[in-house]
């Protein structure tokens, strides 16, 4: 049986996230739910899409993904179910959706056209039924009225030359570790045979580990991490609060011949 | 296989949970566990209410409901099942349940008279096997002996005359929108015609939207929510700090013809 | 079908945690997943372990329990599977698995030594595939190579003689009660006939509760909780707060003829 999963700003302290699965299972009490995160900051986009960027392909195919941040909308923002990379997402069509993939989506459809429900929870009156209905085997085609194309917004992009990249910050994680968008293949190409000086805050540093564990206790280390993300951290500390950066601070690499 | 959901103040930092959900399914493995919420404010039976009345029905019809706030009890309570709006409740009695409805119970008895246990932890050891029972087809009345009555508590009464309606916040959500204890329905009838002010703070409001989006960003919205109650909130902002208002803040609407 | 749980200092803001579930789900979407906490303080053994021993047993024996407290490791540490009174464990062997029973372990392998992944993000890339064989059915020695013992680190002792019990706070839990690492066990042998008194901060207590609701409402109580270790709190507050005392803070009992 299908796997639909669960990605809201909606907390942990509120009958919303509840309110969402409780439509699910009435639609079809056999779905396996797994909670994504509830914790995205409010209407965080950046934050969501990181976060569902990260995991989603970890899912089986066919995973059927609820997308609930900010999903209160703007004035004309449409609600959609699309297929990516084999995996079907319900969401408020507000640019997550946008920045998980650069793939060309499979299918896509506008919800709520026929019958159309005004609802001020369209989580879970519009997305978690359409999930529900998905993840038992209704095409994704018979859920809404055919769509060409969806939000897409441009993320932050790394400048990277054979002199230099700049990234940024692109998640403070719960253990304060520095998530940068400086991707591994693109450092590997360009470091060859050079030398290089890793920037941040007031910190330079010549090298990058591969384990966590080969910086010491308070040590900053720097890796690319399992997303293949540049990450900077301090061992076993909060390096958010020790080097006194956050999110979109600059990330930057030098290079030497 | 039926849902047995989880409502506790037990948060998600400790063992409590999992040890009341590891009952649960030491009994039945089969049975469908979902967290209604275990953020409910330390022994605050108005917050668990609030949560629970907001979303039990939304469960299929026979789902049993765990209700553990504020579960140590008091002197003299009793540990109870019982069944209302064709849903199953167990609880420690202490007036929670009292709060979730209007409409009379079907069933009621009192649990843990038979072979009494003496428990600091009667959550896991009273209530997560009398749940998984229930959940496993076990008939209410073979879990106790009959009961004539449960704890009600009066709640927060609001004041509804031709001229105003005086009503109260209820409930602060994560969000920082403020869910008020007016109901449309009262609001419909008495308005009919009228010219109404909502007061609220120091602002003075002259409409209700039907959508969030309907504020700009930054400014006031004012909607009969999901649940049919008047919600007060700042479009991408949070209206509890903005506005400075929280749990109990007075809410009035004035009539004029 | 077998459970798996999990347990983590993860968080519930970033992707970890649903990519450790997802991985679970992938090699076997029959498993039913349920958390512990993923609430662990950073990096934070003793509040693992603590967690951990005071809720495995509570589940159904078979159980598979993921343990990724602090599982980034440190040089050298390795990643096992043991089985220990009946329930499987799968960690890296940081001590923490030590710290939650003295029985001897009845199997224990070492895992990643056969065809070995080099990751950073081991919870995901080693236990949770592990910890899903396991849960279908795999034998522990298959999935490892043998291993003779794991970490064991010396937990803080109580110092129990027939004059006093010298114990500490072991958990201070999100009631803001102290839980102590004195047994109910050594107190009702020590205190047999004797006069007591109970020290711990400020305060000097003479006499042990049975129930929370024996305490008023905001006076202290002491008791022997479902762990069999002694408690102390305020009824309906923040003991922590209100006492001043946190972990690791001495709570003594002293007896007289």
Redesign the interface.
């Known amino acids: 049986?299908a796997?639909v999963?669960l990605l809201s700003?909606?907390?942990?302290?509120?009958?919303?996230?509840?309110?969402i699965?409780?439509?699910v299972?009435?639609t079809n009490?056999g779905l396996?739910?797994?909670?994504?995160?509830?914790?995205?900051?409010?209407?965080d986009i950046a934050?969501g899409a990181?976060?569902?960027k990260?995991?989603f392909r970890?899912?089986?195919k066919g995973t059927v993904h609820i997308v609930a941040v900010?999903a209160?909308?703007?004035?004309g923002?449409a609600f959609i179910a699309l297929q990516l990379e084999d995996h079907f997402f319900v969401s408020v069509d507000n640019g997550l959706l946008g920045l998980v993939s650069d793939k060309p989506h499979q299918n896509l459809v506008e919800l709520n056209v026929i019958n159309p429900v005004?609802?001020?929870?369209p989580e879970?009156?519009i997305l978690a039924p359409a999930a529900a209905r998905l993840a038992s085997g209704v095409t994704l085609s018979s859920l809404g009225t055919p769509l060409s194309s969806f939000k897409k917004m441009t993320d932050r992009h790394v400048k990277a030359t054979k002199k230099q990249i700049l990234g940024h910050v692109v998640?403070v994680?719960?253990?304060?570790n520095l998530i940068t968008n400086i991707e591994k293949e693109a450092f590997d190409i360009l470091s060859k045979g050079k030398v290089y000086t890793l920037q941040f805050g007031s910190e330079k540093v010549r090298r990058v580990h591969?384990?966590?564990?080969?910086a010491d206790q308070g040590d900053c280390f720097v890796?690319?991490?399992?997303l293949g993300l540049l990450e900077i951290g301090i061992f076993?500390g909060?390096a958010s609060e020790l080097l006194g950066l956050s999110y979109d601070s600059p990330v930057n690499i030098i290079f030497e011949e």
């Open positions: 049986m796997i999963t700003d909606s907390g942990d302290s509120d009958h919303y996230v509840a309110a699965k409780a439509r299972l009435s009490p396996t739910l797994v909670d994504i995160s509830n914790k995205i900051a409010a209407c934050h990181f976060v569902l990260s995991v970890d899912f089986p900010d209160g909308g703007n004035k923002y005004n609802s001020t929870f879970k009156d998640r994680d719960s253990f304060g591969t384990s966590y564990f080969q890796l690319f991490n399992s076993k909060n």
